[in-house]
């Protein structure tokens, strides 16, 4: 070495430079929680977001357990991406990826559903005749959409006749957009409906009315539209300042609000809705129906007797303590994501604060320890107003406003930057959070 | 937000990229500082000549850095709602501008040095 320090130098420069390269990468490791040693025998229902996710970040905490997850299907749904699929923003295969891609290698893995949970024996049949028994259980199911509770209804008309469905999944997002944009070019009366059972995302609804109404204005043709909001009870969206903010857009946008208007039945010939109301059933024309069908449990959970008996009775949702998603009476058990029985949290946002509490209860029992961590309903939902904004709502239980930046992105106000983290920031959070990084 | 740790952004910045891209543009970016800041101690003195060129590209990269943006999330100047969105479009602007700043002076620095200069 013929450098001096303190003399610029090449060689001195190049030497400095490695050096604090070196130094960034040593700074940026996180001491890792530190492993706890187990034979534990833990069985995930569901690998979808909160399965996936669950499944990587365990695999760093515990030393030794057997990790099985039950899927039975193998594609991987972004669902987030399901509201810009159904607007033709995105093609279908942007949520389309598959299950394999996201678990750790050192998990199981059976491609099969899950037929049958006997809590009391602590053993799982699948629909293939295996039966798996486990130490602790996470239900990660997800729910199931009620298609068959709209009378008039299938699968297979959406696309066609001014149906849409997006909730189905990507394909039938994609064919939402066939429908919605018929719709946006010809005009005509739209309803845009929601059920009144719990649901997954409360503001899909709003989102899809709001970015058809944004299309059609952009194309010239919101004039011929007459577009209908058709509210479950008296309000817009569960959190009260939120609703009221909508019903402000609304009013600016030309959307009319018909409260407690659910859903019963189709005419697809006739182009005519039936809907339940305070007045009894009543029915409306349309050019454009957006249908998403009532939500509950999956059979297997509601016949498993891990359900509320005396709350949404009928839907079937786990009954676990809506802090630590651990279940009432069987504390091997717990419940992440849609499926658990809480008043909010069915979104993936939710998902991302549950997992981690969910993983501090199951590791600290392993360790024979407890924890304080708990889930506070949080809840995110950017609530796509128009192409190239949103508003950025994140709530908790207590239907109160929880920004994540305070002073700097206003929760109710139509932004730029929210529509900017929806669709940068959004799904690449989402795939840190599946490998279990976020 | 939860956690929002600096291995949580760099993981999520690697998922909008792909971690090969990602990690590529902040090789280019390191690099690209790295032989300014070594164009810098070699001459031992700015060529407020250089600058020049490298402030006359300034705005190009700033509309750049702009148009980019708007292109890969499909908005536009319509979109922007209150005092954070003009903030935003500002500092992409300015992001643009002074990386363009360093590029244009560094190549000039590297490729185009004058004979007797340096």
């Known amino acids: ?438 | 937000m939860q956690d929002l740790t600096f291995t949580t952004l760099i993981a999520v910045f690697e998922e909008i990229f792909g971690r090969g891209l990602f990690w590529a543009m902040v090789f280019a970016a390191l690099i690209v500082t790295a032989l300014y800041l070594f164009v810098l101690i070699r001459d031992r003195a700015v060529s407020w000549k250089k600058f020049l060129w490298a402030q006359l590209s300034m705005p190009f990269g700033a509309i750049a850095a702009v148009l980019f943006v708007q292109g890969m999330t499909r908005s536009g100047f319509a979109d922007i709602g209150g005092p954070i969105d003009a903030i935003v479009l500002l500092a992409v602007a300015a992001g643009g501008a002074v990386g363009m700043a360093i590029l244009v002076y560094t190549i000039e620095s590297l490729f185009w040095r004058q004979g007797g200069e340096g």
């Open chain 1, 1 to 438: 070495m013929t450098d001096t320090f303190g003399t610029p130098s090449r060689r001195g420069f190049l030497g400095l430079a490695l050096g604090a390269g070196a130094f960034g990468l040593a700074g940026a490791g996180k001491a890792a929680p530190r492993q706890v040693k187990t034979n534990a025998n833990i069985l995930i229902l569901g690998a979808g977001a909160a399965g996936a996710a669950l499944a990587n970040r365990l695999i760093e905490r515990l030393d030794g357990a057997a990790i099985t997850l039950v899927d039975g299907r193998r594609e991987h749904w972004y669902q987030p991406g399901f509201s810009l699929i159904a607007a033709g923003l995105k093609p279908a295969r942007y949520s389309v990826s598959q299950t394999t891609d996201w678990l750790p290698s050192d998990v199981t893995l059976k491609q099969d559903w899950a037929a049958n949970i006997d809590p009391e024996a602590r053993k799982v049949a699948l629909a293939g005749g295996e039966v798996l028994s486990y130490d602790y259980l996470i239900v990660a199911t997800g729910l199931s959409l009620d298609h068959d509770a709209i009378e008039g209804f299938s699968l297979d008309m959406v696309g066609q006749d001014g149906i849409g469905a997006l909730y189905a999944g990507p394909d039938y997002a994609a064919k939402t957009w066939q429908a919605a944009s018929k719709f946006t070019e010809n005009g005509g009366v739209g309803l845009f409906t929601r059920p009144a059972t719990e649901m997954k995302c409360a503001g899909a609804p709003l989102k899809h009315t709001f970015l058809i109404d944004d299309l059609a204005r952009k194309a010239g043709s919101r004039g011929k539209m007459d577009v209908h909001y058709m509210a479950n009870n008296n309000s817009l969206f569960g959190v009260p300042i939120v609703s009221e903010k909508v019903r402000m857009l609304f009013g600016d946008r030309g959307i009319t609000p018909d409260y407690s208007h659910v859903l019963t039945g189709i005419d697809a010939g006739s182009k005519r809705a039936r809907f339940d109301t305070p007045e009894g059933s009543v029915e409306r024309d349309y050019d454009y129906i957006h249908i998403i069908p009532p939500q509950r449990a999956p059979d297997v959970v509601r016949q498993s007797g891990l359900s509320w008996a005396d709350k949404w009775v009928g839907e079937g949702w786990m009954e676990v303590d809506k802090a630590s998603l651990r279940h009432l009476r069987y504390p091997e058990v717990f419940a992440l994501g849609d499926v658990a029985g809480v008043p909010k949290g069915k979104t993936a946002a939710s998902v991302k604060w549950q997992v981690p509490v969910v993983e501090e209860h199951l590791v600290a029992q392993i360790a024979g320890d407890t924890t304080d961590a708990a889930y506070n309903g949080y809840t995110s939902c950017p609530l796509i107003t128009q192409v190239g904004r949103a508003m950025l709502v994140e709530f908790n239980y207590n239907n109160n406003l929880t920004p994540s930046f305070p002073g700097i992105i206003a929760p109710l106000e139509e932004l730029w930057i929210s529509w900017l983290m929806k669709e940068v920031a959004l799904k690449a959070t989402y795939n840190a959070m599946l490998r279990g990084k976020a």
